[in-house]
């Protein structure tokens, strides 16, 4: 059995994504940044130098990208899909009109300018203009972290109906999952590594406790 833990609107499980998510019920949203495959780890090695990069810990999350057969299964397994990184899974998911791109603000300065989120939306294309340096506040705890303000984003292009219970297959360490619940979702999320399984966790908690003080105080002063 998965380790399963309960933080407020979240529900995070520690295993496999491919063994996990059959097991649950279709949720309103899935919302996920998916390991390229380019093994990001090795990338950062070569270029810390120039660009001054931490250097992470190295991981075998990112040498494979998940399966074709399980890309097309999850571009259908909701109503409303956003997979981070789309660009690298183009062979195998269905055309889109309504991509999603993170200008980073900057050129030249790491492995892209921008990052671009497929999506089952037949709707435009958004930009959101946000510098990467918005994750030095948030710790950057992962590689390839996205900004809270980046999730947000996301859930409010994607048009995620209010409540609707939004899915993160690969949460690393735990983003989607904290701009899920600021804006009360629900949330899933699924991790596979324990490292990063543990930082979520904290993270979406702290989200939590500061949501329901934020409410505390509203209502008291209403």
Known sequence: MPRVEH??????????CREIMP???????VISDPPYGIDYSAQIEKTQERFGWRKHQQFEWDV?????????????????VALWGGNYFADALPPSMGWL?????????????????????????????????VLVAEGGEHPTQKP?????FTIDKL??????????PYMGSGSTGVAAVEMRHPFIGIEIEPRYFD???????????QGDLLRDVAGAAS
């Open 7 to 16: 933080i407020g609107l979240a529900t995070l499980y520690l295993g496999d």
């Open 23 to 29: 097991t649950l019920e279709r949720p309103a949203a």
């Open 64 to 80: 494979q990208r998940p399966s074709t057969e399980f890309l097309i299964w999850l571009s259908d397994a909701a109503d409303y």
């Open 101 to 133: 791109i993170w200008d980073k603000c900057q050129t030249d300065f790491s492995l892209a300018d921008v990052e671009m989120a497929w999506t089952n939306r037949w709707q435009a294309a958004r930009r959101l203009r946000l510098p990467r340096a």
């Open 148 to 152: 809270v303000a980046v999730m947000r």
């Open 159 to 168: 048009r995620v109906p209010p409540g609707g219970t939004i899915l993160d």
């Open 199 to 209: 930082i979520a966790c904290r993270r979406i908690e702290q989200a939590q406790r």
